[in-house]
């Protein structure tokens, strides 16, 4: 399997690895590298100090190429982006922010650039920007989410016709079918993260991914639209604020409700009732917690048993 | 192209044509089955002698199979379902309502009976109840749609894992790549909407297929969520809608806006400002307005394009 995407990150299969909080350390993303995809730690959960050691421990776990997802938002953003130059990374997902506050200091290093959008005006940009490629990420994926609320069966082909570098489909993808046919939607490669969070080497706590494997069609919910609308299941905590809108609530009770660091509380210390899950719709189809390794094999050998079904179309 | 839908429906290609309100005439329908298609009149917007003229209309224009879509939630559904059985109507697309109600009923008279569902639980209500096969309709669907928000990408492989009955995917699909991604992710067949809406043979007011071909993405928006989740374009009437939402409206302020018959006047009589365009993500994609022949031969083409590029995969 070759195409851009694997020749851009010289990587064996076009899968990417989504840069979670409080998911993506370097046992998921070393994994996620040593089995042929592109793994990516996730630095928006993560102190600089905390970047840099898991940098490190990733080189120690893999040969392999894997970078590093940025949130631009990011307080010590400075710091971070020192860190990776330091470190050698040679690929960086930025997201959440301005791709042309950091793509061009990036590229002078020699690093690959990828940015994240949710639209067609955010992937042109990009583009605009220098990036090498763009994440594509529809309304049904997990977590923080676009406000035009595109979904990903139409958000590839609608920015197909309007940029000509690669792109990665994000949202809805768990198995080999959802990679064929974001391909055939015109995607060169796919970014995974529920199914990865749901994986052995995933640093989320036992209790989060029980809950992705409990979770049915119907149970995660795109919310908090007031302030940065956010895929979640639905648990206690999105009962409170489902609360809130039924008593027409203000951004202000929103924000007091959300506080700080509920997304720790849920995925990293495992308070399933208290904590903001951040989880994708396609959870639905998970049922079980494999080592990365087996969650390729299964992608690998689906893609290729749908292939052969499309021969017989 | 041989499948449990184009058997089902004795067609030659699985393209189903959604039964739309104001847009979904004999003209459109016949137009459909000629073209190797399923053709559906839309009754949701016809008074039953109405309906029963264009059933009268398309028999003499179509010696190929075509249907009827019906709103179980229609205020004269006796005389409509009367209506079917007397014209000898042999296959009935039901939605918006519980399919409990008719399916054993138009069973018994021999019709093929498909309901349209949003979610995973009324997937298996319908089949339950005894339908021939069902339509998995995404998020980004255009007119009403389901609460549960589910996109076409996860809302097909979902509904896989748990009926048995045949699938047609709705919502997103206006290309021979998306019908190829469908049939990747699960389905057997497909149901197209806004495309058929801007042909030449839809009943739709020209302003409203001019509406159409002008969509980029992000131009509409699922809304009214109080009331029946509605996706619109954005126009006036949405944008006097978003202006009640952030007066902390009502659901009676929303309905006394809403009104009646507002979809009639913008899809049907052409005021584009005031009307109700409900149309989908995907008219994004469609940028001109074509006879059905010429776009099932566009479908068809791209369909085998796109299934040569994956041989090659």
């Given at each position: 399997?070759?195409?851009?995407?694997?020749?851009?990150?010289?990587?064996?299969?076009?899968?990417?690895?989504?840069?979670?909080?409080?998911?993506?350390?370097?046992?998921?993303?070393?994994?996620?590298?040593?089995?042929?995809?592109?793994?990516?730690?996730?630095?928006?959960?993560?102190?600089?100090?905390?970047?840099?050691?898991?940098?490190?421990?990733?080189?120690?776990?893999?040969?392999?190429?894997?970078?590093?997802?940025?949130?631009?938002?990011?307080?010590?953003?400075?710091?971070?982006?020192?860190?990776?130059?330091?470190?050698?990374?040679?690929?960086?997902?930025?997201?959440?922010?301005?791709?042309?506050?950091?793509?061009?200091?990036?590229?002078?290093?020699?690093?690959?650039?990828?940015?994240?959008?949710?639209?067609?005006?955010?992937?042109?940009?990009?583009?605009?920007?220098?990036?090498?490629?763009?994440?594509?990420?529809?309304?049904?994926?997990?977590?923080?989410?676009?406000?035009?609320?595109?979904?990903?069966?139409?958000?590839i082909p609608?920015?197909?016709?309007?940029?000509?570098?690669?792109?990665?489909a994000?949202?809805?993808?768990?198995?080999?079918?959802?990679?064929?046919?974001?391909?055939?939607l015109g995607a060169?490669?796919?970014?995974?993260?529920?199914?990865?969070?749901?994986?052995?080497?995933?640093?989320?706590?036992?209790?989060?991914?029980?809950?992705?494997?409990?979770?049915?069609?119907?149970?995660?919910?795109?919310?908090?639209?007031?302030?940065?609308?956010?895929?979640?299941?639905?648990?206690?905590?999105?009962?409170?604020?489902?609360?809130?809108?039924?008593?027409?609530?203000?951004?202000?009770?929103?924000?007091?409700?959300?506080?700080?660091?509920?997304?720790?509380?849920?995925?990293?210390?495992?308070?399933?009732?208290?904590?903001?899950?951040?989880?994708?719709?396609?959870?639905?189809?998970?049922?079980?917690?494999?080592?990365?390794?087996?969650?390729?094999?299964?992608?690998?050998?689906?893609?290729?048993?749908?292939?052969?079904?499309?021969?017989?179309?």
């Open positions: 399997m070759k195409n851009s995407i694997t020749e851009l990150f010289n990587i064996q299969y076009p899968i990417i690895q989504g840069g979670m909080v409080w998911v993506s350390g370097w046992k998921l993303a070393s994994a996620v590298s040593n089995a042929g995809g592109l793994g990516l730690i996730g630095a928006g959960s993560m102190h600089p100090s905390t970047l840099q050691e898991h940098i490190k421990k990733c080189k120690n776990a893999t040969n392999k190429p894997f970078g590093v997802n940025v949130p631009l938002l990011y307080p010590e953003i400075d710091k971070i982006m020192q860190i990776i130059v330091d470190e050698g990374i040679k690929i960086v997902f930025t997201s959440a922010g301005n791709p042309n506050t950091w793509t061009s200091f990036l590229k002078k290093k020699s690093i690959t650039v990828v940015h994240v959008v949710s639209s067609v005006k955010f992937a042109l940009k990009a583009e605009k920007a220098g990036v090498d490629a763009i994440v594509c990420e529809g309304f049904e994926a997990g977590g923080h989410n676009g406000r035009e609320e595109t979904t990903t069966f139409t958000l609608m920015v197909k016709k309007e940029v000509k570098i690669p792109v990665i994000a949202g809805g993808v768990a198995s080999g079918k959802a990679m064929l046919a974001a391909m055939v060169e490669g796919v970014q995974i993260g529920s199914l990865f969070a749901a994986t052995i080497e995933s640093s989320a706590h036992q209790n989060f991914k029980d809950s992705i494997i409990a979770v049915k069609e119907g149970d995660t919910k795109l919310t908090l639209k007031e302030l940065a609308p956010v895929r979640l299941i639905k648990n206690s905590f999105y009962n409170q604020i489902e609360q809130l809108y039924q008593n027409n609530t203000s951004k202000q009770e929103l924000k007091n409700l959300l506080g700080k660091g509920r997304a720790k509380k849920g995925i990293f210390e495992g308070d399933i009732e208290n904590g903001e899950l951040e989880i994708g719709q396609i959870a639905g189809v998970i049922d079980k917690i494999l080592p990365v390794k087996a969650v390729f094999k299964e992608i690998i050998d689906e893609f290729n048993t749908v292939k052969a079904f499309v021969y017989r179309l």
